[in-house]
C-alpha cells in the first residue's frame, strides 16, 4: 500500500482530499451529535408521547423543545444553515401532526354509541379537538415567536425559511379542527335538544326519534372518509356545509316547538 501510494503522486493527493473530506465530516457529526443530545429528552417524550395521556406530555414538552432548537441554531458551528435547521424542524413538525392525527382518528370521533349519552361521547369528542387543536397551534406559535426572537435578537443568522409542514400541513389542520369542534357542538346541542324532556313536552316520540337518527346520518361521511386532514382533499367543507344545514333545522325545530 505504501510502495503504491509513494509510486503515485496524484493517488496520494486525492488520498490526502478524501482523508480531508472525510475528517471535516466527522468533525462536523460528532458536533451535531453534541448538539443535538442536548434535545434527547424532549425527543424521548416526543416518540413516546400517546393517546393515553391524552397527548399531555407531548404539549408540555413543546416550548423546551423549541427553545432547545432555538439555542442549537446559535451555537452550533455546523447546524446554522437554512437547509439543516429546516430538514429538522420539518422532521419534528410532521412527527407532531402525526401523533394529533392518531389522537384525533376523525373516523371514530363522532361515530355514537346508542347505549351511551350523546351529550356524553361529544363532550369527549370536542375534548380531543380542543386538545388537538391547542398542540398544533402551541407548535406553529411557538415556531414564529422564536423565529422572531432571533431576528430581534440582530444575529446576521436568521430563520429565513418556511417549513412545509407548519405553513401547509399543521395550518390546515388546525382549520379543520376549528371546523370540527363547530360541527360537534352543534351535533350536541341538536342531540340534547331532542331528549326524553322534549318527547313528554311533544307527545311525538315516534316524530323526535326519526329526528334522531337523521341527526345521527350527518356523521357518516366522517366514518366512511378516511385522511380528512390532507391538505389536498376539500370535500370536508361540502360536510362543514350540509351540518350546518341541519342547524338551521335545529333553530326552526326550537322555534316551533317554542311556538
Not at 509510486?7 to 466527522?26: R, V
Not at 413543546?62 to 435547521?85: A, C, E, F
Not at 386538545?131 to 429565513?160: C, F, M, P
Not at 352543534?186 to 329526528?211: H, M, P, Q, Y
Amino acid at each position: 500500500m505504501g510502495k503504491y501510494l509513494t509510486d503515485s503522486p496524484s493517488t496520494i493527493i486525492e488520498f490526502n482530499t478524501q482523508m480531508n473530506e472525510l475528517t471535516k465530516l466527522y468533525g462536523e457529526a460528532k458536533d451535531n451529535v453534541k448538539f443535538l443530545q442536548t434535545l434527547e429528552r424532549q425527543f424521548k417524550n416526543l416518540n413516546l408521547a400517546n393517546a393515553s395521556d391524552g397527548l399531555k406530555g407531548l404539549e408540555e414538552t413543546l416550548p423546551s423543545l423549541m427553545n432547545g432548537l432555538r439555542l442549537v441554531w446559535i451555537i452550533s458551528r455546523h447546524y446554522k444553515t437554512d437547509d439543516k435547521m429546516q430538514t429538522l424542524i420539518s422532521t419534528i413538525s410532521n412527527e407532531i401532526a402525526d401523533k394529533v392525527e392518531n389522537y384525533i382518528k376523525i373516523p371514530l370521533l363522532l361515530k355514537l354509541n346508542d347505549e351511551l349519552p350523546y351529550k356524553h361521547q361529544l363532550e369527549e369528542a370536542e375534548a380531543k379537538i380542543a386538545q388537538g387543536h391547542k398542540i398544533l397551534l402551541s407548535w406553529k406559535t411557538l415556531y414564529k415567536n422564536t423565529k422572531q426572537q432571533i431576528e430581534d435578537d440582530g444575529g446576521a443568522d436568521r430563520w429565513v425559511f418556511q417549513p412545509k409542514p407548519i405553513v401547509e400541513r399543521i395550518t390546515h389542520m388546525i382549520d379543520i379542527l376549528e371546523n370540527l369542534e363547530k360541527i360537534a357542538g352543534i351535533l350536541k346541542k341538536f342531540l340534547v335538544f331532542l331528549d326524553s324532556n322534549l318527547k313528554a313536552v311533544t307527545n311525538n316520540s315516534e316524530g323526535i326519534d326519526n329526528l334522531v337518527k337523521e341527526v345521527k346520518t350527518l356523521v357518516l361521511p366522517f366514518e366512511a372518509s378516511h385522511n380528512q386532514f390532507n391538505v389536498y382533499k376539500h370535500d370536508f367543507f361540502y360536510i362543514i356545509h350540509e351540518i350546518y344545514l341541519y342547524s338551521c333545522i335545529y333553530i326552526y325545530t326550537q322555534n316551533y316547538i317554542d311556538k
